[in-house]
């Protein structure tokens, strides 16, 4: 085409309007897209707030769905409780505000609390943590074949209101917490102290733990003097069934003030007396009696005053050297003494090296996160736990018995639970 065919191609009118049409369409379908597209979003975020929110599960375990309403009653539940302790706190705070220390004190547990509510993601964070351990643990309670019944959760119900229609229970038997074993003559040489006074060491065997002497009191009991008459105190008035089943009913209206109903508050109570059955079963065989092992050390900052301490013990006692310079103010006084302890207890590279010890050899310095230690083994074997050592062994032999289940879950979370998460009740 002739550049002058082409000027009269531009300048004609059909050609130009033509044109201006095809882009004014262009440009009301790019409008009419653009505002479906707004539409769509706002009637998508309306439709997400009022439905679709509160029916996609916040967690699915093993492609099991929790109940988003029973996680945010849970939420409320747990919100409610740190509630009461903030005011139970706050009633010991008056009582002691005029004496510094325990007013600092209480102020300290007041905040923690107040912080935690005040953050409703965080808090959710920890009860949606809570809700999925618990649904682990009632699968694997199902499946070794332990039942929680709704006359076992009755009864836990009446005993938070302290109601025990069939008489005040009878404490279970605690395993019997052993005397420390007095010192027997090779411990004694090691430690650097001799045989105490009412302890009989047996000559056949330097090993041996001696036996302990039981002094009989001489002095004949004074006979009982007769007791002045008193008026006797009034008989209290019985906790009745009408009695407790009004205060429960009052219990449940203030929780259903707050939304959270009685179906809940039972389904919470399942999960924790199925945790506890759970937890039971599983300890039941962690045994009282185990392999210990008896050490002390000394802590310095350096591996250069370590190697100085070892010189110096060729030449000073030991409790002198630890007394003098070791860091570990809980024990430099005694020699550095941690007792006896089991495995897990100690930081591992501390505790792989007192192992390795034999009975009485002083170590090379061990590194730890703590310093440098000299380490020396008094003795080792089996014995009898204490009644806290007994419940930590037990509450470690749980945790890693669940870590290892939880780690073949398929655990589903949505972060739709951040935006279901109630930040309710607070406290007033």
Do not use: C
């Not at 039981?214 to 007769?226: K, L, N, Q």
């Not at 906790?239 to 009004?246: C, G, P, V």
């Not at 020396?376 to 014995?383: A, P, T």
């Not at 018995?401 to 935006?419: C, Q």
């Amino acid at each position: 085409m002739s550049p002058r065919k082409k000027e009269e191609t531009k300048s004609n009118p059909r050609v130009r309007f033509a044109k201006e049409k095809k882009k004014n369409k262009l440009i009301v379908i790019g409008f009419i897209i653009t505002a479906v597209l707004i539409l769509g979003m706002i009637g998508y975020a309306i439709l997400y707030t009022t439905v679709l929110k509160d029916n996609i599960p916040v967690v699915k375990i093993d492609g099991q769905k929790i109940d988003n309403e029973y996680y945010k009653a849970r939420v409320r539940l747990e919100r409610n409780s740190y509630i009461q302790q903030f005011q139970a706190l706050y009633k010991q705070y008056e009582l002691f505000s005029e004496e510094p220390n325990s007013a600092e004190y209480y102020q300290q547990q007041l905040q923690q609390i107040v912080s935690l509510l005040d953050n409703a993601e965080l808090f959710g964070e920890m009860v949606l943590n809570n809700v999925i351990d618990d649904e682990i643990i009632a699968i694997q309670g199902e499946e070794m074949g332990i039942v929680v019944n709704d006359s076992e959760i009755d009864v836990l119900v009446q005993e938070s209101f302290n109601y025990f229609p069939n008489g005040t229970p009878t404490p279970e038997p605690q395993p019997t917490v052993y005397a420390t074993p007095t010192i027997s003559k090779t411990q004694a040489a090691i430690l650097g102290i001799t045989a105490t006074l009412g302890v009989e060491e047996t000559e056949s065997d330097e090993s041996d733990v001696g036996e302990e002497t039981i002094v009989e009191p001489t002095a004949e009991p004074t006979a009982p003097t007769a007791a002045p008459t008193q008026t006797p105190d009034p008989t209290a008035t019985p906790y009745t069934k009408e009695m407790f089943q009004a205060e429960h009913d009052q219990y449940l209206g203030d929780l259903e003030a707050i939304n959270i109903s009685e179906t809940y508050l039972r389904k919470y109570i399942y999960h924790y007396l199925m945790n506890q059955k759970v937890h039971n079963s599983v300890i039941a065989d962690v045994p009282f009696e185990q392999e210990q092992i008896w050490a002390r050390h000394i802590l310095v900052p350096t591996e250069e005053e370590a190697a100085s301490v070892v010189l110096q013990l060729e030449e000073e006692a030991w409790n002198d050297v630890a007394a003098d310079v070791s860091l570990d103010t809980s024990n430099k006084d005694i020699g550095g003494d941690l007792g006896w302890f089991t495995s897990g207890r100690m930081v591992s590279e501390f505790e792989e090296a007192a192992i390795e010890l034999e009975i009485g050899q002083i170590s090379d310095p061990i590194e730890t996160q703590f310093g440098w230690h000299i380490i020396q083994l008094i003795d080792r074997g089996i014995h009898p736990l204490s009644q806290a050592d007994y419940e930590y062994e037990q509450n470690v032999f749980f945790d890693e018995w669940f870590s290892g289940i939880k780690e073949n879950i398929d655990i589903d979370i949505n972060n739709v639970w951040k935006d279901i998460v109630p930040d309710d009740p607070s406290i007033q």
